[in-house]
């Protein structure tokens, strides 16, 4: 049954007021205009819907049974109007970040904590996973916003991508490597020594593995592991050098419990990233956290 819904919103406030005269001047249209709304969704319905008075109008039993069903339609527009007003005001909503653990810890909580000030009453949903990971649930709209640390032709897809933060990464070694420290050494000959890396589901791995690609430098880790802080602490007692970003040891190394080796050969420098899939609407909320950056 094809009913324009204007129809309903005249027969709700007429139902309201129980009188055509005030559902006008509520309406902002003549009393005539109202009745003549009634009459034609009486017609479609094919059922009377008032017992109409001088002044006044009563619900029949079947406008009465209608009256119900549009009045909880009205209220539930109402409350969706509200809601919409609350996002727009930023009195509600959320916004769906994916990112690594050493991504969080070490470059998102100066923003996470930006936004929460700001925005109170925004809820941060935070998803941990590698970066390989993020990118996937960026494109299947699990989430909104991804921040990986990649190399850029991996970025493959229908993806804005907003760099943030410049990493270098690092060779560092506890006091048991004293003897390298101060000294420059090639990467060949640093392969000879036992090394503790990250697994290589991580993109840190997959960067130190281009990197000893491109130097034709083969090693087997002694320790592979899935968490940076472990693979700190692991260094700093000795069991291995290891390859971290340098902006995850700052504190071991104001503590001189690690010390970073100094390379001949070049270690360049990768992009953390803000990405978001073109493909999906942004919601204001999580427009608001990108202006952060």
């Given at each position: 049954?094809?009913?324009?819904?204007?129809?309903?919103?005249?027969?709700?406030?007429?139902?309201?007021?129980?009188?055509?005269?005030?559902?006008?001047?509520?309406?902002?249209?003549?009393?005539?205009?109202?009745?003549q709304s009634i009459k034609q969704l009486e017609t479609k319905l094919n059922t009377q819907l008032f017992v109409r008075h001088t002044k006044k109008i009563k619900f029949t039993p079947g406008g009465e049974a209608l009256f119900k069903h549009i009045e909880?339609?009205?209220?539930?527009?109402?409350?969706?109007?509200?809601?919409?007003?609350?996002?727009?005001?930023?009195?509600?909503?959320?916004?769906?970040?994916?990112?690594?653990?050493?991504?969080?810890?070490?470059?998102?909580?100066?923003?996470?904590?930006?936004?929460?000030?700001?925005?109170?009453?925004?809820?941060?949903?935070?998803?941990?996973?590698?970066?390989?990971?993020?990118?996937?649930?960026?494109?299947s709209g699990v989430v909104d916003i991804s921040v990986v640390n990649m190399l850029n032709h991996e970025i493959d897809g229908p993806f804005e991508i907003r760099p943030f933060k410049s990493i270098q990464d690092a060779f560092i070694a506890g006091k048991?490597?004293?003897?390298?420290?101060?000294?420059?050494?090639?990467?060949?000959?640093?392969?000879?020594?036992?090394?503790?890396?990250?697994?290589?589901?991580?993109?840190?791995?997959?960067?130190?593995?281009?990197?000893?690609?491109?130097?034709?430098?083969?090693?087997?880790?002694?320790?592979?592991?899935?968490?940076?802080?472990?693979?700190?602490?692991?260094?700093?007692?000795?069991?291995?050098?290891?390859?971290?970003?340098?902006?995850?040891?700052?504190?071991?190394?104001?503590?001189?419990?690690?010390?970073?080796?100094?390379?001949?050969?070049?270690?360049?420098?990768?992009?953390?990233?803000?990405?978001?899939?073109?493909?999906?609407?942004?919601?204001?909320?999580?427009?608001?956290?990108?202006?952060?950056?």
């Amino acid at each position: 049954m094809d009913i324009n819904f204007e129809l309903y919103k005249v027969f709700y406030y007429a139902g309201k007021y129980q009188n055509f005269s005030q559902a006008a001047d509520h309406l902002y249209i003549s009393q005539s205009a109202v009745s003549q709304s009634i009459k034609q969704l009486e017609t479609k319905l094919n059922t009377q819907l008032f017992v109409r008075h001088t002044k006044k109008i009563k619900f029949t039993p079947g406008g009465e049974a209608l009256f119900k069903h549009i009045e909880q339609a009205y209220y539930a527009i109402k409350a969706g109007e509200r809601t919409i007003q609350s996002i727009q005001d930023l009195q509600y909503g959320e916004v769906k970040i994916a990112a690594s653990d050493t991504i969080c810890k070490y470059y998102l909580l100066p923003y996470l904590k930006e936004f929460h000030q700001q925005y109170p009453h925004i809820k941060i949903h935070i998803t941990n996973r590698p970066s390989p990971v993020c990118m996937e649930l960026l494109k299947s709209g699990v989430v909104d916003i991804s921040v990986v640390n990649m190399l850029n032709h991996e970025i493959d897809g229908p993806f804005e991508i907003r760099p943030f933060k410049s990493i270098q990464d690092a060779f560092i070694a506890g006091k048991a490597f004293n003897a390298l420290k101060g000294k420059k050494i090639s990467l060949e000959a640093l392969a000879n020594y036992p090394f503790l890396l990250l697994e290589k589901n991580s993109t840190t791995r997959r960067f130190f593995d281009n990197l000893l690609e491109k130097h034709k430098v083969t090693l087997i880790p002694e320790i592979e592991l899935d968490s940076i802080d472990l693979l700190i602490e692991l260094t700093k007692i000795g069991l291995g050098i290891s390859y971290v970003m340098e902006d995850t040891i700052k504190d071991a190394l104001r503590q001189d419990d690690l010390f970073i080796i100094e390379l001949l050969d070049h270690i360049p420098t990768r992009q953390a990233v803000i990405i978001t899939n073109r493909q999906m609407p942004v919601p204001l909320s999580v427009q608001k956290f990108l202006e952060l950056f």
